[in-house]
């Protein structure tokens, strides 16, 4: 899977959530995920909320397509109210 980021952006989340916008996009969009529209804005651009698992734990990844994969825009970690919720929603 194509995945990409801003470099900027890839290196904050990697230092301030210990995420890799790149590598931990794939190992959450391999498994088990929820992936809703998010369109709550114009962004200009179709962009997707993914949720899966990375290291066992629930995490949001915003994403569009783009130039034949994906584009990641965010990720965090979900908060436990949040994995509680989501949790039972995703599928294989």
Same mark, same amino acid.
């Given at each position: 899977?194509? !995945?990409?980021?801003?470099? $900027?952006?890839? &290196?904050?989340?990697?230092?301030?959530?210990?995420?890799?916008?790149? !590598?931990?996009?794939?190992? $959450?969009?391999?498994? *088990?995920?929820?992936?809703?529209?998010?369109? *709550?804005? /114009?962004?200009?651009?179709?962009?997707?909320?993914?949720?899966?698992?990375?290291? /066992?734990?629930?995490?949001?990844?915003?994403?569009?397509?783009?130039?034949?994969?994906?584009? !990641?825009?965010?990720?965090?970690?979900?908060?436990?109210? &949040? $994995?509680?919720?989501?949790?039972?929603?995703?599928?294989?």
């Amino acid at each position: 899977m194509k !995945v990409t980021s801003d470099p $900027a952006k890839r &290196e904050n989340t990697l230092r301030e959530r210990d995420l890799d916008l790149e !590598v931990d996009s794939v190992e $959450a969009f391999s498994g *088990r995920t929820l992936t809703l529209l998010d369109d *709550r804005f /114009d962004y200009g651009e179709e962009r997707f909320q993914t949720y899966g698992l990375v290291r /066992d734990r629930l995490v949001m990844v915003v994403w569009t397509p783009r130039d034949g994969g994906r584009h !990641v825009i965010s990720m965090r970690h979900c908060h436990e109210k &949040e $994995a509680r919720k989501v949790l039972p929603h995703l599928t294989s």
